[in-house]
């Protein structure tokens, strides 16, 4: 299954590659302090999902143990007998558990892929992999860590559009995650440097653990592509094609794409989070008048997954544009 919903071709962007991309840094410890300090940090959090689509956190409460883990226990999952992760292979991407190092997605260039649900973590954990012997418990504490900071982010950005922070609370407490591990290989001379093809992804938000430098983003400003810092103990959080469509524009979903990196191989694990599968986004009424209409049609996460499979062999495949009125 993939995550990804929007393809820009490479070739329509310039590339600035080796230039940064300034970004906020958001102390997410902050959001517990008192109110007008609260109040600061989601102005600075609601402003950097409309400027940028993306940001990064420090201080969000994930032991660095605990993000080592993850990373060691995926590390060691593709360094497996090609014979036992070919186990997790299947065609089809509906499988809350899926291995695969090709796509026909057009997206997936130069990386291997372990797909995993992971809420509620005791309906899904018994068909992750066994081996190796540390994966279950480094990538479940990972994933309900990680959890946790993207419900308070989504409290916050909430609050920032004006909805507040319980908005559609159950909707989001009872609602999907997903870890997409990646393993990008060092970049090789005479290959291709790109690793995951520009997308954007179908989910609220989207929270990056990474190894080492790869990700690169749109910077909407220059209209070209941008390195993201890899910041010591920080996350990465972009947001996603709903967050797009519930703030009804407000918030822009953000392109980006994996690089090889040319000194080493690369591990990634992409927590995404959505509503339940069946579960539809629309746009939030209360940011719906007469000045601002309506400008997407509702959908689920299941009719993203039914999007991608009557379209496997078309591109591009934008499902966020089949859904504006």
Not at 25 to 38: C, D, K, S, Y
Not at 92 to 115: E, F, N
Not at 203 to 218: D, H, K, M, R, Y
Not at 229 to 248: F, K, T
């Amino acid at each position: 299954m993939s995550d990804e919903s929007r393809i820009v071709p490479r070739e329509q962007l310039p590339s600035n590659g080796l230039h940064p991309l300034p970004m906020p840094v958001i102390n997410l410890g902050h959001l517990t302090l008192e109110p007008a300090i609260r109040a600061r940090v989601v102005r600075d959090i609601a402003k950097a999902c409309q400027d940028l689509g993306n940001f990064q956190v420090i201080n969000h409460g994930v032991s660095q143990s605990v993000m080592d883990g993850a990373v060691e226990a995926a590390s060691d999952f593709f360094k497996l007998p090609s014979e036992i992760k070919e186990e997790f292979a299947s065609e089809d991407i509906r499988q809350p558990v899926r291995y695969h190092t090709s796509s026909k997605d057009g997206i997936s260039l130069s990386r291997a892929l372990l797909k995993l649900y992971a809420h509620p973590l005791s309906d899904w954990m018994q068909y992750w992999p066994e081996k190796p012997p540390i994966y279950r418990d480094c990538m479940g504490n990972f994933a309900v860590e990680v959890r946790r900071v993207a419900l308070q982010l989504m409290g916050a950005i909430l609050e920032g559009l004006g909805l507040g922070k319980d908005y559609e609370h159950d909707k989001f407490e009872e609602g999907l995650q997903l870890l997409s591990v990646n393993r990008y290989p060092k970049e090789s001379e005479g290959d291709s440097t790109i690793g995951l093809a520009a997308h954007s992804d179908y989910g609220f938000l989207t929270i990056l653990l990474a190894s080492s430098q790869g990700l690169e983003v749109v910077d909407r400003n220059s209209d070209s592509w941008k390195v993201v810092p890899q910041l010591p103990h920080a996350l990465h959080v972009h947001v996603g094609d709903p967050m797009e469509v519930l703030s009804n524009g407000k918030i822009k979903t953000v392109v980006h794409r994996a690089v090889l990196n040319p000194k080493e191989a690369r591990v990634s694990i992409a927590s995404i989070h959505g509503f339940a599968l069946d579960e539809k986004v629309s746009s939030a009424k209360e940011l719906v008048n007469e000045q601002n209409p309506e400008k997407y049609n509702e959908s689920s996460f299941s009719d993203f997954l039914d999007h991608l499979t009557s379209n496997m062999d078309k591109k591009p495949r934008n499902f966020l544009e089949s859904l504006r009125k």
